[in-house]
Each structure stands twice: as C-alpha cells, then as structure tokens.
C-alpha cells in the first residue's frame, strides 16, 4: 500500500502567506524526511525529523511528526515565489534489509504568485 | 554530503532502442539507489545497487528491462532496454551515507 500520501495535492497561496503541506504513512519509520523538487529536476532535501522528534523548525520551514497519528506536516512561512515547486515527503523503513529504501508520497504541487 | 553528477540531463530516443544511464559520485557510498518518476507521480524505487553483488529489483521491475551495473563504490549505471512510451519518465539515482540521502538532478526520458 502506499506509504506517504500527501495533502493537498496542489496548493495555491499569495506570496508573504504561510503554506501547510500534510503527510500520511502508513508503517512504523526511522524518520520522515521532507524534499523539494523544481521542474521536474533532481530532489532537494529540505528536512528531516526521527521517530522520537515531534517538531523541527528550519529557517522558514517547521515539520511536526505525530507518530500515533502516522502523520506529518510541513509548514513554509512567508512564502515566496520561489518556493513555487513540488514537495514530497519519503519515509524509510524500520528494521531489516529494507532500512534505507525511501518511499515517497505522491507530492503537493505548491504555487507560490507574486 | 555526496556531490552526484548523473548523464545525461535529458534524452529522446525512439523506441524499441536503450538508454543508458549513469551516476557518478564524488566519493564511495555502499548503497546506491535508482528511481522513477513517470509523468506527475511521485518516485518509485526501482532497484538497490550493491558494488560487488547483484542488483536488487523492487516488485514490478526486472533485470532484463532495467539492467544495473555497480562496478565501483563511486559508480553505477541503469539500462532502459527495449524502450517503449510508457517508459518515458524521469529516472533518478540517489546515494545514501551518514548524513543523509542525496539524488542526482535527474534524466527525463521520452520515448517517441
């Protein structure tokens, strides 16, 4: 099944406001990690947070993680227009051979207008 | 963390014909991981390529179509075989190490 699945889909907001993007999966995870990706281009690792964090803030992004929830939010403050990307969040697995494999979530496209 | 340089950024290529694909890491990472993107979604992991050992597919995927090769710890490339238009997609390598995953800046296939 599918293991994080983000919401909204596509997000539209002014720039200077605040953008939430949310995070569901569905296995027990080492941690969650958040990446940003432009056109289509490589993946940018923007954040991570491990199982026994509930919150971590950088710069303008803050990620809670609620595990008793299998949850996750990633909050961009004060957005600018050259936050417009696509942004996914990707878990790892616990235990096992399968530790490092990351599996993405679907993504929210987030556009950011002048 | 890792500097990957990944070739080439982008290619048409018709089908029935291959494509390779390769990433080339400026330093030795044991793990070495390829994606797909298809038009839209989101990644799926394709397979994790081992130096020294067999390449390891993920459901969905087979060695004949998406043949990996892992020759060193700072190299691996991905083979496209037989293309066709479904396969056009963009594809990723990505390494991991202490500090975290780093991916390639991608190559976005279309198979015509």
């Known amino acids: 099944s599918q293991q994080g699945e983000e919401d909204p889909q596509a997000l539209s907001i002014q720039e200077g406001e605040n953008a939430t993007m949310n995070c569901s999966y569905k296995?027990?995870?080492?941690?969650l990690q958040w990446y940003r990706q432009n056109s289509g281009r490589g993946l940018v690792h923007l954040i991570l947070i491990r199982s026994n964090e509930r919150e971590k803030h950088s710069g303008r992004l803050r990620v809670t993680l609620d595990t008793s929830k299998k949850s996750s939010s990633l909050l961009i403050t004060a957005s600018r227009a050259a936050d417009t990307a696509s942004y996914f969040c990707a878990t790892d697995g616990r235990g096992g051979g399968s530790n490092y494999k990351l599996t993405f979530g679907k993504g929210t496209l987030l556009t950011v207008n002048p | 963390s890792a500097v990957i340089s990944q070739k080439p950024s982008r290619d048409i290529c018709q089908r029935g014909t291959s494509l390779t694909i390769q990433c080339q890491v400026d330093s030795q990472v044991t793990m070495m991981f390829w994606y797909r993107q298809q038009p839209g979604q989101s990644l799926t992991l394709i397979a994790t390529?081992?130096?020294?050992?067999?390449?390891?597919?993920e459901s969905g995927f087979v060695i004949d179509k998406f043949p990996i090769s892992r020759p060193n710890l700072t190299f691996s490339t991905l083979t496209v075989s037989n293309m066709s238009p479904e396969d056009s997609s963009i594809y990723l390598c990505?390494?991991?190490?202490?500090?975290?995953?780093?991916f390639g800046s991608g190559t976005r296939l279309t198979v015509v």
């Open positions: 296995t027990s995870i080492n941690n």
């Open positions: 990505s390494v991991v190490q202490v500090y975290g995953y780093t």
């Open positions: 390529a081992n130096q020294g050992s067999e390449a390891t597919y």
